[in-house]
Structures are given as structure tokens and as C-alpha cells.
């Protein structure tokens, strides 16, 4: 009897195992929430992307990416310049639940060379799969959050400009008085000589 039962717990632990192509799978636990709109859907847990357009990974827990700047991983809220036109929503991500993998970049480098310009995952934003509920039932509610700080933010830009305008206009005003005073200390002196 306890043959069958230990049999029939290893026959549903190796039936519970999912393999997907071309990902890493290894962790434990959910995150589902904290992955982005833009991640790859069918992850519970995904603790990294490799992103292989751009050579960079994404810690999805610390909402960073990892990618080399002047020969050194730097972990950045941002893509680098050269790529901030990248639509993360339209580029292939592997999942890579491994501890530090930009550590071992040449390897995942050469493994996924060949996902490069691939456009064909479905990603969570578009998914109606219930597990993602909190992505699309809070998009509206996330879109108009964007937008409000998106218009707060330009109406700081604008205030901003403005105080500099001001600014700068004060100390043309300032520049200007203090050419007068030095004027009137001239002609003053001048004054002050002729007697």
C-alpha cells in the first residue's frame, strides 16, 4: 500500500511539472501580480525576463532592468537610450526563475539567440485568463491613474518652466539694477572729483 501511495505521489509531482518551450522554470511560489502587463502569460512565479532584443533582463520583483553599461551590470528603472523606443509589449520574454542570471548571460545569450525578433507571445494585458484578473479588471483604473500623472506631471513641467522663466527674468531685472547703481556710483564719483 505505501509502494502505491508513494508511487502515485511521484506520478502527480512529474505530471505537475510543465514544460515550456525555451523557459526556465525553477522557482517556488506566486507573483503573479507583480509581473508586468507586458510579461509573458502562464508564469505563476517569474522572477526574471531575458529579453533577447535587447540583451537585458528584467528583475520582476524589483521592477529593474539588469543590463551592461560601460562593462558593469548596473540595474536601472529604464532600458538604456539606444533603447527607448522598444516596445516591451511586442518583443519576445523567457522566463528565467534562476538567482542572478545575467551572470550567466553568454549561456542564455547563445540559448535564445534564436527568440530574437520574435512577436508571437501572448502577453498578460491581452489575456483573459483569470488569474491575471487584477491586470485587466485594474487596467481602466490604471490607464486613468497614467493619465493623471501624466497631466500632473506636465502641468509640473509647465510650472517649472514658468518659475525658471521668472527666475531668470529676476536676475536680468537684478543685473540690470546693479548696472544702474554702479552707474550712478560713476557718475557720483565723477561728480564728487569735478568739485
Known amino acids: 500500500m505505501k509502494k502505491i501511495i508513494f508511487t502515485a505521489i511521484i506520478v502527480i509531482s512529474c505530471m505537475s511539472i ?11 511560489g506566486l507573483n503573479i501580480s507583480s509581473q508586468p502587463d507586458w510579461g509573458p502569460t502562464g508564469y505563476n512565479n517569474a522572477s526574471y525576463y531575458y529579453i ?7 528583475d520582476v520583483n524589483a521592477h529593474e532592468y539588469i543590463y551592461m553599461e560601460n562593462n558593469a551590470w548596473v540595474h536601472r528603472g529604464y532600458l538604456p537610450p539606444r533603447y527607448r523606443n522598444y516596445d516591451l509589449y511586442g518583443g519576445y520574454k523567457v522566463v528565467i526563475n534562476d538567482r542572478d542570471p545575467w551572470m550567466r548571460d553568454n549561456d542564455y545569450r547563445s540559448r ?3 527568440y530574437r525578433g520574435r512577436h508571437d507571445q501572448e502577453m498578460i494585458r491581452n489575456s483573459h485568463d483569470a488569474r491575471y484578473r ?7 483604473n490604471n490607464q486613468r491613474a497614467r493619465n493623471y500623472n501624466m497631466n500632473a506631471r506636465r502641468e509640473n513641467n509647465r510650472a517649472r518652466y514658468q518659475n525658471q522663466r521668472e527666475h531668470n527674468q529676476n536676475q536680468r531685472a537684478h543685473r540690470q539694477d546693479q548696472r544702474q547703481h554702479n552707474q550712478n556710483q560713476r557718475a557720483q ?3 564728487r572729483n569735478k568739485e
Do not use: C, I, L, T
Open 112 to 114: 535564445y539567440a534564436g
Open 189 to 191: 564719483q565723477h561728480e
Open 134 to 140: 487584477n491586470h485587466w479588471m485594474g487596467m481602466r
Open 52 to 58: 533577447p532584443d535587447v540583451g537585458a533582463y528584467y
Open 18 to 28: 510543465k514544460f515550456a518551450d525555451a523557459q526556465v522554470s525553477v522557482g517556488v
